[in-house]
């Protein structure tokens, strides 16, 4: 259901980013670019391209205050398998990794 196009490791100060990626949603061909896979407190997770709103806005329901907004949604049931793609592809030790066609009979896999 998945394809790692591209994934390149980050070592940004105080974050929690190991890598930014660009996806391939199979059987579709689209690509969804800029997510990012994260090291949280349970473990590694991957999360959707987001932007930076102009004003931070909060949560009536829960207090908490968001300055980035999620460009695209991961639902629950799809996120093991992509977690799964994700960190199959992912080397700590590597730098820039990617898959993207090198030749016009390389698409033949894409189904567009």
Not at 10 to 35: M, Q, Y
Not at 80 to 89: F, G, H, S
Request: net charge neutral.
């Amino acid at each position: 259901m998945f394809k790692v196009e591209r994934i390149t490791n980050v070592n940004w100060a105080n974050s929690i980013v190991r890598a930014t990626l660009d996806l391939i949603i199979i059987p579709h061909g689209i690509v969804l670019k800029d997510c990012m896979l994260k090291e949280g407190q349970n473990g590694f997770f991957v999360t959707s391209p987001s932007k930076k709103l102009k004003e931070p806005w909060t949560n009536p329901k829960t207090g908490k205050t968001h300055e980035y907004k999620d460009l695209a949604y991961f639902p629950a049931e799809i996120r093991p398998e992509l977690e799964k793609t994700v960190m199959e592809a992912y080397d700590p030790a590597g730098g820039t990794q990617t898959s993207a066609p090198k030749t016009l009979q390389d698409l033949e896999d894409v189904p567009f």
